[in-house]
Structure formats: structure tokens, C-alpha cells
């Protein structure tokens, strides 16, 4: 098979798939800023609001949600590459 066919054959059969930008892994820093703000704003409703259920439930709430937000957004944060020197 002649070099010019293959590349032909070798370019149809290759296909990239396009990543899709959503807004956590769009914008990672901003989304590591918001579920760190929403664990502390949990902490404090946990503190200031012992007595409320509704508070608790709040606090919870935002919790689950902050700590799922800064998990996707540190696994969407670009990896730093270790550089070897020879």
C-alpha cells in the first residue's frame, strides 16, 4: 500500500471526540471558590443554627453539594508536569 493511501485510510478511520465544556470543568478555580464557600457556609449554619431542623437540613444540603462541587472541579484542574532534568 502505496504512503499516500495509507495516511487517506489512516485519516478516515481516526476520530476525535470533542470534549464538552461545562461549568465546572470550564471553569475550575471559580468552581473550587463556590464549594469552598458552600462548606463554610454549612459549617456556619451548623454552628448559629443547632436548634432548626430546617437550618440542619440547609447545612447538610449545602455540604453535600460543596463537597461534590470541589471533588469535580479538582479533578478538572489541570495537572502541574514534573519536568526531569538530565
Not at 14 to 29: I, Y
Not at 66 to 85: Q, Y
Request: proline share 3%; aromatic share 4%; no cysteine.
Amino acid at each position: 500500500m502505496s504512503v499516500r493511501k495509507h495516511k487517506r485510510k489512516a485519516a478516515k478511520h481516526s476520530k476525535k471526540t470533542v470534549k464538552q465544556p461545562g461549568l465546572v470543568s470550564g471553569n475550575p478555580r471559580a468552581s473550587m471558590f463556590a464549594g469552598v464557600t458552600l462548606l463554610v457556609i454549612s459549617l456556619l449554619l451548623l454552628i448559629v443554627g443547632m436548634g432548626s431542623e430546617a437550618k440542619f437540613g440547609l447545612a447538610m444540603l449545602s455540604m453535600a453539594v460543596g463537597s461534590i462541587i470541589v471533588f469535580f472541579a479538582n479533578s478538572a484542574l489541570p495537572k502541574k508536569a514534573i519536568k526531569v532534568n538530565k
